[in-house]
Each structure stands twice: as structure tokens, then as C-alpha cells.
């Protein structure tokens, strides 16, 4: 084995097949693209971390960290899939706790390292928009458009513009999702080319690869 792996070198292979008598497991490097090893190492890297944070947790709720799996850790993975999952998903809501049921006073605890350790995932797209105006005043116009492309309600998604050159104004969106990305990007379309239309100027958008 020492001719594919070293002393605790931490690698991604694929389970090829299980010889449960003889007790052997048949692996495979080959079969685990780059992609999936990355990913793969940096779930196993997440569940390191969450682990300490857990035994935080546990520490400032006046329990050991075997007493903590048994009150709510197990269940924990259970309704989430992985504890660095709950992690994430009590980041992005502090109300998800309460509404599957979870009550006690290590809840308070879990929230607030949570929130203080866990940087939610974000999507990115981006494009740019083609302004024109030939009126005297266009210059105005245009700037005036541009502020509302970032007039977002949502304060989980931002919109930032970037002057390219005229007449390209560079549009990136941050969201927790591409869905709520995507249609955040449509209402700022909408706005923009909408204000630029209203003044006798025109606009189009064209999307970027990320």
C-alpha cells in the first residue's frame, strides 16, 4: 500500500467492492476525478472543524462532548446529514432549531457559534450591461439607471456595478442560491433598462461566465 499512499496521507478513493469474509475492500484512485477529491477532502475538512466547534459548544453549555452526542449531537446529524450541515443551516436561520423541535439551553449556545464561526456558502453571477443615450443630459441619465441596480429588499443578496468602459457597466450578484440570484439579476434588468427606455436611452444586458 505504501507504493500509492504515504503514513498519514489523507486521500479520496472509490469503493470498488467489499469481500465482507475475507474482510477486504477493493479501492480505486482512478475512479475519483479532481473535482471529487477536492470536494470530498473539503467535506472531511468542514466535519474536523465542526467538530471542534461542537465540543465549544458543549464546553460553554456545561457538558462533555459524549454527553452532548447523546442530548442532541446524534440527532443533530440526523435531521441536518452532517453536524457541519446544522452548523450551516443555524448560520443562514437561527430560527431552524425551534422549528424541528430542537429546545434546551445549549440551543442559545449552537446559535451563537454557529453564527460567529460559520461563514454561509454564496453563489456568483455576473454580466454587464450596453448603455446608450445621445441626449444631453445622458450622462446623468445613466448614473441615475445604475443606482437601482442594486435596490435590493433581500439583505442576503447583493448587487455590485462596475464601471467596464463606457458604454459597459460590469453587474455583480451574490446570493445564497442561483435561483434567488437569477431572479434578483431580472429585476435589476428590468430597472435599469426600464429607467433607460423611460428617458429616451436604450440598454441591454449580457451575462459573463463566472
Do not use: C
Amino acid at each position: 500500500i505504501r507504493d500509492y499512499v504515504r503514513e498519514n496521507q489523507k486521500i479520496v478513493t472509490k469503493v470498488m467492492s467489499v469481500h465482507t469474509k475475507k474482510g477486504h475492500i477493493d479501492l480505486s484512485l482512478k475512479q475519483v476525478n479532481e473535482h471529487q477529491r477536492r470536494e470530498k477532502i473539503q467535506q472531511w475538512k468542514n466535519e474536523q472543524r465542526a467538530e471542534k466547534l461542537f465540543e465549544l459548544i458543549a464546553e460553554r453549555s456545561g457538558i462533555t462532548p459524549d454527553h452532548a452526542w447523546e442530548e442532541f449531537g446524534n440527532r443533530l446529524v440526523e435531521e441536518f446529514g452532517t453536524l457541519y450541515g446544522a452548523l450551516e443551516e443555524v448560520a443562514l436561520n437561527s430560527n431552524v432549531l425551534a422549528d424541528e423541535g430542537f429546545e434546551g439551553v445549549w440551543t442559545e449556545n449552537f446559535i451563537q457559534v454557529a453564527q460567529d464561526s460559520i461563514v454561509p456558502p454564496t453563489v456568483e453571477i455576473r454580466g454587464y450591461f450596453k448603455l446608450g443615450i445621445t441626449s444631453p443630459n445622458g450622462v446623468d441619465v445613466i448614473r441615475e439607471a445604475l443606482k437601482l441596480a442594486d435596490k435590493v429588499e433581500d439583505d442576503e443578496i447583493t448587487i455590485t456595478v462596475q464601471y467596464l468602459g463606457a458604454p459597459r457597466y460590469g453587474v455583480q450578484v451574490k446570493a445564497l442560491n442561483y435561483k434567488d440570484a437569477e431572479e434578483e439579476l431580472k429585476l435589476a434588468q428590468d430597472r435599469v433598462i426600464g429607467y433607460m427606455t423611460e428617458h429616451g436611452g436604450e440598454g441591454s444586458f449580457h451575462r459573463t461566465e463566472t
